[in-house]
């Protein structure tokens, strides 16, 4: 017996010695992870769409903290409290058979001090990351959302996430006999990396005015949903995508998350007579029909002959007799475009239509795109020809139809689309930064201009059929669509798809922007004509656009208006949705006094309104709130956040209300408003912060 003894110990204190030190060292050295810091969304110019903030979050293990029957009450008790929730639902979790239990998660850091007070065996307090989206809806399908705390869901927090998501740290730290956490000073602190932030070439003051109107215009319509892409033709820049019904990225209610898809990249649709472009493209390029060339137009029905002994009924919403091909493009003629189609031959088209993109993934930098359907002729049946003329047997991504239409507003140049404009790292230093990308030439720059002078007639023409997108002073070149949708393998008169794509300004394109309603209706009856519904939408849009940027027209110059009551007046352009800083750089150009009420970053109502014709040297005002509530709210009072940590002082106005910008890092030594303060809900409080170098003990 003691020889068995003896030889387990040697056992345990020679063999196995390694083995059970560590044994022992896991029951009370415990590593810790230290998150990195999720990186920065911005716009263009700058303004932070999506920044991540500390928040609280509260969990328990049932088993160990029945131990303390006081704990479990007061806790619940202080949760109730500060949530508003009955305290039996949080009695409720403690009854249970599992080791952890999530009770709340995003409390804000104000209540640190307090759960602290409720600290035992089986209580967890932990610190993570709240997502924020100050703008909350505004580009909330691009930006996409979170799925866990570091984890993103959709659009560019999912594409980029490893970008974002940065490097967590650690720390070893061991419970001592009372169960108190304290650090191991013997093991190496690995400090955490905080993760990339992304500029995107999404411009916010775009960005809001299309969703702006496309929300108005769907609604006027009553269109189940639409969508509006703006992009720079010459760069590829997208500058807007906006979707309705809406997103808001921190939403996660099944109603919120059925919207959530970036339907621009992802949706395939036959595009109906947008895709004419193509046709007249390939009819110009290959030398096959003049601009000038006249056709019968059959007074509105054909019957179209499509093999030995098939035949296909095509007609045109309008009766015509003769119409020359530009005239065709002007009203959209299916049934002259049918007989275009068969003088320019399947392969041209089946080449100009590789040669625009279609087919292709764009490579845009989003998740989810699809590369549409555009089979080979050798596939085609005997309809494919004259259908894909007038947009049918072809299905095609709203990105990959303004792409087309930029390569004509280029001059004929191809170039790639991309949403991401640069990557800087946590020390702000650029690590990637994209530039424009020319795919090929699809063709000449005199048919390019060519192309140019027809789609203009569309917008112009005595019978064209975008007449309602037409703006006094600028030339817009453009294209309606109506599209009729398969249900249950069938076309529905009952379901269209309403569109129009234009650019401008016609003769130095610096904008192209496409606008889609799926069963838009006028009275309420479907109503899918896109120069009915979808062109005076665009018109808004550019309008806009026209009065908030400087596009190097004279023609666009924001004009002095007269009164014939008064001298010298001023007409006011609309201001609202532009940025905050945009809309007083436009106003400076002019003699007003401009007064800005609230601290928002976007304008949301102006005083005198849009279209009055005010004196020289009068007041306007502009309302710059976060909100879109009306004007009347209750003030805040300014809390004193001098000496505390950044953090913590950012928790506490994000808390009580207020918005917050910050200079430095580290402990905030000053603050604009001044504590005490009575502020609007949303103002902005101006942080200066300082590193305060202390020796740090262990």
Not at 137 to 143: D, E, P, Y
Not at 247 to 262: G, H, M
Request: hydrophobic content about 35%.
């Amino acid at each position: 017996m003691f020889l068995i003894v003896v030889v387990r110990l040697i056992q345990l204190q020679v063999f196995r010695s390694n083995e059970l030190q560590q044994v022992a060292l896991s029951q009370y050295v415990r590593p810790s992870k230290l998150p990195a810091l999720r990186g920065k969304i911005y716009d263009a110019n700058g303004n932070i769409l999506a920044s991540s903030t500390t928040a609280l979050k509260v969990a328990i293990d049932p088993k160990s903290i029945k131990i303390k029957p006081e704990v479990v009450v007061s806790l619940s008790r202080f949760l109730s409290k500060i949530t508003s929730r009955p305290q039996k639902y949080y009695l409720s979790k403690f009854d249970t058979s599992k080791s952890y239990v999530c009770l709340e998660k995003e409390l804000s850091l104000i209540y640190k001090d307090e759960l602290s007070k409720h600290n035992c065996f089986g209580v967890i307090v932990q610190e993570m990351q709240k997502r924020l989206y100050p703008y909350g809806t505004i580009a909330g399908q691009i930006l996409g959302g979170m799925l866990s705390e570091n984890q993103g869901k959709d659009g560019i927090e999912s594409f980029f996430n490893n970008e974002l998501k940065g490097t967590d740290g650690s720390v070893i730290n061991y419970r001592d006999g009372k169960r108190e956490i304290k650090r191991v000073i013997d093991y190496p602190r690995i400090e955490p990396k905080n993760g990339n932030s992304i500029y995107l070439t999404i411009d916010l003051t775009y960005q809001s005015i299309a969703e702006e109107e496309l929300k108005k215009g769907a609604r006027k319509y009553s269109a189940e949903s639409g969508m509006v892409i703006i992009m720079n033709p010459k760069t590829g820049e997208v500058l807007a995508i906006a979707q309705y019904p809406e997103f808001d990225p921190s939403d996660s209610s099944p109603e919120n998350l059925a919207n959530r898809s970036i339907r621009a990249i992802t949706d395939a649709v036959e595009p109906g007579s947008m895709f004419k472009i193509v046709t007249a493209a390939a009819a110009l390029e290959n030398k096959k029909v003049k601009p000038e060339q006249v056709f019968y137009a059959e007074n509105g029905k054909y019957r179209c002959q499509i093999g030995k002994n098939s035949f296909v009924n095509i007609t045109d919403t309008h009766p015509y007799d003769y119409l020359t091909f530009e005239q065709a493009l002007e009203v959209s003629s299916n049934i002259v475009f049918a007989k275009i189609s068969y003088l320019v031959g399947s392969e041209s088209v089946y080449k100009m239509a590789r040669d625009m993109g279609f087919g292709s993934k764009t490579g845009i930098e989003l998740p989810g795109e699809t590369r549409g359907k555009l089979v080979s002729p050798n596939k085609w049946s005997g309809s494919t020809l004259q259908a894909m003329s007038r947009g049918y047997e072809v299905q095609t991504s709203p990105l990959q139809i303004i792409t087309a239409y930029s390569a004509i507003a280029n001059n004929g140049v191809l170039v790639k689309p991309y949403i991401v404009k640069k990557i800087v790292d946590q020390n702000s230093e650029t690590i990637f930064e994209n530039q424009p990308l020319v795919i090929r030439r699809v063709l000449s720059e005199s048919n390019a201009k060519l192309l140019t002078k027809m789609l203009v007639s569309v917008v112009e023409g005595k019978r064209g059929t975008a007449r309602s997108a037409q703006i006094e002073g600028m030339q817009i070149a453009g294209k309606t669509g109506t599209a009729r949708l398969l249900v249950n393998g069938k076309y529905s008169s009952e379901n269209l798809l309403a569109s129009f794509v234009g650019y401008f300004p016609a003769e130095d394109p610096k904008v192209v922007c496409l606008v889609m309603l799926r069963n838009p209706k006028i009275n309420g009856s479907i109503a899918g004509m896109g120069g009915s519904t979808s062109a005076p939408i665009f018109k808004e849009i550019a309008e806009r656009i026209r009065t908030s940027f400087d596009l190097n027209k004279k023609s666009m110059d924001i004009k002095y208006a007269f009164d014939s009551d008064t001298s010298d007046g001023i007409k006011i352009m609309d201001l609202r949705n532009l940025s905050r800083s945009v809309a007083i750089n436009i106003l400076e150009k002019f003699p007003l006094k401009v007064t800005v009420i609230g601290e928002g970053q976007l304008v949301m109502d102006q005083t005198p309104t849009a279209g009055s014709i005010i004196k020289k040297g009068s007041e306007i005002k502009l309302f710059c709130y976060l909100s879109r509530e009306n004007n009347t709210y209750d003030l805040i009072e300014v809390p004193n956040v001098v000496g505390l940590p950044l953090k913590r002082a950012i928790n506490i106005l994000l808390s009580v209300g207020l918005q917050f910008s910050v200079h430095g890092s580290g402990t905030v030594i000053s603050q604009s408003p001044d504590p005490g303060v009575s502020a609007a809900p949303n103002t902005i409080v101006s942080l200066l912060c300082e590193e305060k170098k202390i020796a740090e003990a262990y």
